[in-house]
Structures are given as structure tokens and as C-alpha cells.
């Protein structure tokens, strides 16, 4: 049976929209079990729906706090049974429900070459700091920010013309390429952490 995967939003779900699309071209064999967002607006439920896809909307406000929102979050993905936990523009930090629950099956995607430029708005960062090559990252969540285990990571080279949109939309690109790979590889097992390093085995 193809594993189950679980993609967490809060918005446009493009990196969503390029897992549909890896799995439909039968490039990703897995069942994308569920979309949930924090945010009853995001574009990508729509997405998800699209795709025949089970969508649900968690709303914070329905809960205490973050803990008990991420108990709910964590018994939802349970009860589908799902191997791992995508985190694609999904703007909430987990708690240790989460984390507990799915230690090391959770990833998540970012629009820089981390550590560099962690948090909110990384290609502006980037563009401001001047450095001369960007990119994305797809990382383990751990209960840091933008932290965790690389597992892999995309080089974009900032141009002397480029304005955060152009540069956010090369970037996107490769986004859009690592993410379903991340998730093969994460999935196909072969690995190992050797303190913060995701290693693959030969
Ligand atoms: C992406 O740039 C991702 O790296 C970041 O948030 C953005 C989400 O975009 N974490 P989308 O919703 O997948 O289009």
C-alpha cells in the first residue's frame, strides 16, 4: 500500500499544487490523505478539493491554545493514518503534540539556503543582504524555527536586476522541484540522522 502523506497550509498551496502534480504524473507514489489549513480562505483547500482530495479548516479559534489546537491537529492525522506530515506555507508553529506524535515525519519547505535568512519574507532578506546566491530548502521540523535537519536544498543565483518578486518566483520554482523529491526520499527510508545531518546511506 502507497504511504499516506498529510500537507498543512495557510494560503496560496502552490507547493501543494506541484505534490498533487508529482503524484498524478506518478512521479510520487503516495496518497495524499488529507489537506488541512489553519485558515478557511486558503487558496490551496480549493486546490486540494480540485484533486478529489479530503480538505479540512482547523481553526485556532476554536481552541485554548496552541497545544490543545495541536492535539486536535495531531488526532486528525492520526486517525487517517498518515506516515508523514508536509508543511507547505503552513504559517503556525507546531507544538510538542506534534512533534511527539510525528518525530522526524514531519517536513517542512523555505524560501532560502537556511540557516540563512530563517522567518518571514527570506527572499527580501536575501535580496537586502546581498548575498549572490539563494534557494530553497526542505528540512525535518524540529520545535526551532525554520530549523531542523536539511534534507534537501536548492542553489538560485540572485541577479543584479532582481526585485523580491522575481527572485521569489525563481526560487518558487525550485520549490516546486525538491519538495515531491524530498518527500521520496524521505519516504523510501535509507537515511539517518548523525546528529543535525540527514545522511543518506550508500
Ligand atoms: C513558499 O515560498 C514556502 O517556501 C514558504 O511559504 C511559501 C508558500 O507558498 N514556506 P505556497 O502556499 O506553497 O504557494
Same mark, same amino acid.
Given at each position: 500500500?502507497?504511504?499516506?502523506?498529510?500537507?498543512?497550509?495557510?494560503?496560496?498551496?502552490?507547493?501543494?499544487?506541484?505534490?498533487?502534480?508529482?503524484?498524478?504524473?506518478?512521479?510520487? !507514489?503516495?496518497? *495524499?490523505? /488529507?489537506?488541512? #489549513?489553519?485558515?478557511?480562505?486558503?487558496? %490551496? =483547500? $480549493?486546490?486540494? @478539493?480540485? +484533486?478529489?482530495?479530503?480538505?479540512?479548516?482547523?481553526?485556532?479559534?476554536?481552541?485554548?491554545?496552541?497545544?490543545?489546537?495541536?492535539?486536535?491537529?495531531?488526532?486528525?492525522?492520526?486517525?487517517?493514518?498518515?506516515?508523514?506530515?508536509?508543511?507547505?506555507?503552513?504559517?503556525?508553529?507546531?507544538?510538542?503534540?506534534?512533534?511527539?506524535?510525528?518525530? !522526524?515525519?514531519? *517536513?517542512? /519547505?523555505?524560501? #532560502?539556503?537556511?540557516?540563512?535568512?530563517? %522567518? =518571514? $519574507?527570506?527572499? @527580501?532578506? +536575501?535580496?537586502?543582504?546581498?548575498?549572490?546566491?539563494?534557494?530553497?530548502?526542505?528540512?525535518?521540523?524540529?520545535?526551532?524555527?525554520?530549523?531542523?535537519?536539511?534534507?534537501?536544498?536548492?542553489?538560485?543565483?540572485?541577479?543584479?536586476?532582481?526585485?523580491?518578486?522575481?527572485?521569489?518566483?525563481?526560487?518558487?520554482?525550485?520549490?516546486?522541484?525538491?519538495?515531491?523529491?524530498?518527500?521520496?526520499?524521505?519516504?523510501?527510508?535509507?537515511?539517518?540522522?548523525?546528529?543535525?545531518?540527514?545522511?543518506?546511506?550508500?
Amino acid at each position: 500500500m502507497s504511504r499516506r502523506i498529510a500537507v498543512l497550509i495557510s494560503g496560496r498551496g502552490s507547493n501543494l499544487q506541484s505534490i498533487i502534480d508529482a503524484i498524478a504524473a506518478r512521479q510520487l !507514489d503516495v496518497t *495524499l490523505r /488529507i489537506v488541512v #489549513s489553519n485558515r478557511a480562505d486558503a487558496a %490551496g =483547500l $480549493e486546490r486540494a @478539493r480540485a +484533486a478529489g482530495v479530503e480538505t479540512l479548516h482547523l481553526s485556532p479559534r476554536q481552541y485554548a491554545d496552541r497545544d490543545s489546537y495541536d492535539v486536535a491537529l495531531a488526532e486528525v492525522l492520526r486517525t487517517r493514518e498518515v506516515d508523514l506530515v508536509c508543511l507547505a506555507g503552513y504559517m503556525r508553529l507546531l507544538g510538542a503534540p506534534m512533534l511527539q506524535a510525528f518525530r !522526524d515525519r514531519i *517536513l517542512n /519547505i523555505h524560501p #532560502s539556503l537556511l540557516p540563512s535568512f530563517p %522567518g =518571514l $519574507e527570506a527572499q @527580501r532578506q +536575501a535580496l537586502e543582504y546581498g548575498v549572490a546566491v539563494s534557494g530553497a530548502t526542505v528540512h525535518l521540523v524540529t520545535n526551532g524555527l525554520d530549523d531542523g535537519p536539511i534534507v534537501c536544498q536548492a542553489a538560485v543565483p540572485v541577479r543584479a536586476d532582481d526585485t523580491v518578486e522575481s527572485l521569489a518566483s525563481r526560487i518558487l520554482s525550485e520549490e516546486h522541484r525538491i519538495y515531491p523529491e524530498a518527500i521520496k526520499i524521505v519516504l523510501d527510508g535509507g537515511w539517518e540522522l548523525r546528529g543535525r545531518r540527514f545522511v543518506r546511506r550508500a
